[in-house]
C-alpha cells in the first residue's frame, strides 16, 4: 500500500539572478513499512525534497510542479469516520429532542401561568393560599428552568456541541483530537540535529515536553515512554536527566532520533541521522532504527550522501543528481548491477565496511550549477561514456529489471556490462 507519493515534482528557489532548480522532476513512492534511501552528492537536492513533502521549505522557495499525495493511517480515518458518524446522525437525533423537550416545555409553562393567576386571585380576595399550591408552584418553575436549560443546551450551534463530545462521551474537542493525531503522521530528524536541544533544559524533559504537547499523558508515563526509548537508542537510563553538554555528539544525534520516534509517527524522514558520528556507531544506530521501523511498521526516508549508510537498511535505493534521480529500484539490484554511470561512480567512491571492497574512485569534476544546469542529461559533463545523444536531449527512465529504473540513454548497456562483471 502505497503512504507517500511524490509525482514529478519541481521545487525552485528565487535568487537575485534567477532560479535555482534545486529539485526539478523527482518521482517516487514509498509504501507502507519501507524504508527508502535517498543518496546523491551535496547539494543535489534532497533535503529540499523532504522539506517539500514536511511543507517546511524557506520562503524563497516555491512548488513549481508536481503533487505530493500522504496517505493517512488508518488511526486517523478512524477517528474522522467516528467523527462523521456521530455528527451525521446527531442533527436528526437533536432535532427529535427538542421537539419534544419544547413541548413539555411548552405545557409546563402554561400550567405554570395558570397556577401564577389562580395564586394571584386567592391573593386579591384575601383568600389563604394552600401549601400544596406553594409547593407545586416550586416544583413547576424549576421544571420550567431546567427544561430551558436542556433546551437551549441542545439547539446550540453544531460546532459548540461538536466540540463537547469526544470518543467516551466526555467533554472535549475532537477537532483538535484529529489535528493532533495528524500532527504526529510524519517525523523529520534534521541535518545537523546535533544542536537541536536546549541547552538549559535536561534532554529527558525535553523529550517528555514533546510527547505532551501532542499526547494527552501524565509526567510518569512520559518518563517511562522517553526510558523505553532511551534503551532502544541504546542510551543508559540515568542519563535522562542529564542536560545536552553532558551528551558525546553520539548520544545526542541517539537522542534526537528517540524523540523523532517518541511519537510513533507513520512516516520518519531521517536527513543525514548519522553523519556526524563514527563508523560503528552510525551501524548499530541504523540497525535498531531498521528494527524499531519494521516493529511499528513505520515508513522511513534515510537521505545520505554516503551510499554505504544505507545499504544495509533500504529496501529501495533512489539516486539524485542536480535535482533529478538517475536511479531507482530495489536495493539490491541497484548496489549490485548500477544502470547509470553516475551510480556506479558514486558507489566506487564508497566502499562497503562490510563485505568486500570495491575500487575506490571517485568521480572527477563538479556538480553542476542548478541556476544554469547543462543540456540534456545533467551528469553528461562529467560522463565517461557521454555521447552527442546525451547533450541533446534529456533521458527517459528506463526498466531494466522490474521496479529498477534508470534515467540514462545507454543505461542497458551499462547494466548489461555490470552484470557480466559480477
Ligand atoms: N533557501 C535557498 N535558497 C537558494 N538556494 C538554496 C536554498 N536552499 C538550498 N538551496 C540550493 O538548492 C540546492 C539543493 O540543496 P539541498 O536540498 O540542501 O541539497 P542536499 O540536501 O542534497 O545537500 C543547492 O544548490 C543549494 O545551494
Ligand atoms: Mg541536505
Same mark, same amino acid.
Given at each position: 500500500?502505497?503512504?507517500? %507519493?511524490?509525482?514529478?515534482?519541481?521545487?525552485?528557489?528565487?535568487?537575485?539572478?534567477?532560479?535555482?532548480?534545486?529539485?526539478?522532476?523527482?518521482?517516487?513512492?514509498?509504501?507502507?513499512?519501507?524504508?527508502?534511501?535517498?543518496?546523491?552528492?551535496?547539494?543535489?537536492?534532497?533535503?529540499?525534497?523532504?522539506?517539500?513533502?514536511?511543507?517546511?521549505? #524557506?520562503?524563497?522557495?516555491?512548488?513549481?510542479?508536481?503533487? !505530493?499525495?500522504?496517505?493517512?493511517? %488508518?488511526?486517523?480515518?478512524?477517528?474522522?469516520?467516528?467523527?462523521?458518524?456521530?455528527?451525521?446522525?446527531? #442533527?436528526?437525533?437533536?432535532?427529535?429532542?427538542?421537539?419534544?423537550?419544547?413541548?413539555?416545555?411548552?405545557?409546563?409553562?402554561?400550567?405554570?401561568?395558570?397556577?401564577?393567576?389562580?395564586?394571584?386571585?386567592?391573593?386579591? +380576595?384575601? +383568600?389563604?393560599? #394552600?401549601?400544596?399550591?406553594?409547593?407545586?408552584?416550586?416544583?413547576?418553575?424549576?421544571?420550567?428552568?431546567?427544561?430551558?436549560?436542556?433546551? +437551549? @443546551?441542545?439547539?446550540?450551534?453544531?460546532?459548540?456541541?461538536?466540540?463537547?463530545?469526544?470518543? *467516551?462521551?466526555?467533554?472535549?474537542?475532537?477537532?483538535?483530537?484529529?489535528?493532533?493525531?495528524?500532527?504526529?503522521?510524519? +517525523?523529520?530528524?534534521?541535518?545537523?540535529?546535533?544542536?537541536?536541544?536546549?541547552?538549559?533544559?535536561?534532554?529527558?524533559?525535553?523529550?517528555?515536553?514533546?510527547?505532551?504537547?501532542?499526547?494527552?499523558? *501524565? *509526567?510518569?508515563? @512520559?518518563?517511562?515512554?522517553?526510558?523505553?526509548?532511551?534503551?532502544?537508542?541504546? !542510551? #543508559?537510563? *540515568?542519563?535522562?536527566?542529564n542536560y545536552p553538554h553532558e551528551f558525546s555528539g553520539g548520544m545526542k544525534q541517539r537522542a534526537m532520533i528517540a524523540l523523532a520516534l517518541a511519537l510513533s509517527p507513520a512516516f520518519i524522514i531521517a536527513d543525514e541521522p548519522t553523519t556526524a558520528l563514527d563508523v560503528i556507531t552510525q551501524d548499530r544506530i541504523l540497525f535498531e532504527m531498521k528494527k524499531l521501523q519494521e516493529g511499528l511498521r513505520m515508513a522511513m526516508m534515510i537521505i545520505t550522501h554516503d551510499v554505504s549508510v544505507v545499504a544495509e537498511v533500504s529496501d529501495k535505493i533512489a539516486v539524485m543528481y542536480a535535482g533529478k534521480i538517475m536511479e531507482i529500484g530495489p536495493t539490491n539490484m541497484v548496489f549490485k548491477r548500477p544502470a547509470h554511470p553516475y551510480t556506479s561512480g558514486l558507489l566506487g567512491s564508497f566502499p562497503s565496511i562490510k563485505g568486500k571492497k570495491r575500487r575506490l574512485e571517485s568521480i572527477p569534476g563538479f556538480p553542476p550549477d542548478l541556476v544554469n544546469p547543462p543540456s540534456g542529461c545533467p551528469f553528461h559533463p562529467r560522463c565517461q561514456y557521454a555521447k552527442d545523444l546525451c547533450l541533446e536531449k534529456a533521458p527517459d527512465g528506463i526498466e531494466i529489471e522490474p521496479g529498477h529504473v534508470a534515467f540514462c540513454h545507454f543505461s542497458k548497456e551499462l547494466w548489461e556490462r555490470m552484470r557480466r562483471d559480477v
Open positions: 500500500m502505497v503512504l507517500l %507519493e511524490v509525482k514529478d515534482l519541481k521545487v525552485h528557489f528565487k535568487i537575485e539572478n534567477g532560479w535555482v532548480k534545486a529539485v526539478d522532476g523527482v518521482s517516487f513512492t514509498i509504501d507502507k513499512g519501507e524504508t527508502m534511501g535517498l543518496v546523491g552528492e551535496s547539494g543535489c537536492g534532497k533535503t529540499t525534497a523532504a522539506y517539500a513533502i514536511t511543507q517546511l521549505l #524557506p520562503s524563497n522557495g516555491y512548488i513549481k510542479g508536481g503533487r !505530493i499525495f500522504f496517505k493517512e493511517p %488508518e488511526r486517523v480515518t478512524a477517528l474522522r469516520e467516528e467523527y462523521d458518524r456521530r455528527f451525521s446522525d446527531a #442533527p436528526k437525533e437533536r432535532d427529535k429532542e427538542a421537539a419534544r423537550l419544547k413541548k413539555e416545555l411548552e405545557q409546563r409553562s402554561k400550567e405554570l401561568g395558570e397556577l401564577v393567576e389562580s395564586k394571584k386571585q386567592l391573593e386579591e +380576595s384575601k +383568600s389563604i393560599v #394552600p401549601a400544596s399550591m406553594a409547593k407545586r408552584l416550586d416544583e413547576l418553575r424549576a421544571q420550567v428552568r431546567e427544561l430551558d436549560q436542556r433546551l +437551549s @443546551a441542545l439547539t446550540c450551534s453544531y460546532d459548540l456541541l461538536a466540540k463537547s463530545m469526544r470518543k *467516551d462521551g466526555s467533554m472535549d474537542d475532537w477537532n483538535r483530537e484529529i489535528r493532533k493525531v495528524r500532527w504526529q503522521d510524519i +517525523s523529520m530528524i534534521f541535518q545537523g540535529a546535533m544542536n537541536a536541544f536546549n541547552p538549559v533544559f535536561k534532554i529527558g524533559d525535553q523529550i517528555v515536553a514533546a510527547i505532551q504537547l501532542h499526547e494527552d499523558i *501524565d *509526567d510518569d508515563a @512520559a518518563r517511562k515512554r522517553v526510558s523505553e526509548l532511551f534503551e532502544f537508542v541504546g !542510551i #543508559p537510563q *540515568d542519563r535522562m536527566d
